[in-house]
């Protein structure tokens, strides 16, 4: 299902003072958006604050993708794999097939000390999970 709040403070969070702005801390970013737009307790506490936690609980409860598409807008999507770092990488789907997201391509893109932008949706691949959060 579409999560149109969360995609909307998802491109809130890309200029907003309250949002991490360092390199390295998708995770950060993406429990800011979540908790910004449904209250400091929607991040199920279950998965605390760890990547590695939160990645293992993706890869057992979220929706795996293999090979059925990006999710929709507002979804929250897993990246894992080589090319993702060692504990893989997480951002929000946006409109026009995009995915804003806190990541060290923005900040050594453009070197002004901040690591949040917008790629297109199909720039990281197939999601390995999609969580549907709805709040």
């Not at 504990?87 to 070197?111: D, K, L, M, Y």
């Amino acid at each position: 299902m579409e999560n149109l709040k969360l995609a909307a403070e998802a491109q809130l969070a890309l200029s907003a003072e309250w949002a991490e702005r360092m390199p390295g801390f998708c995770l950060r970013w993406v429990r800011e958006c979540v908790q910004h737009a449904y209250g400091n307790n929607a991040w199920p506490a279950p998965l605390g604050l760890d990547a590695a936690g939160v990645m293992g609980w993706a890869l057992r409860n979220a929706k795996a993708t293999t090979g059925e598409g990006y999710g929709m807008i507002g979804n929250i999507l897993f990246y894992t794999g080589p090319e993702h770092g060692i504990h893989g990488h997480v951002v929000i789907r946006i409109p026009g097939n995009q995915i804003a997201e806190n990541s060290v391509v923005h900040f050594n893109g453009t070197f002004s000390g901040d690591a949040r932008g917008v790629r297109p949706l199909e720039s990281l691949g197939i999601p390995t999970a999609v969580w549907d959060f709805t709040g």
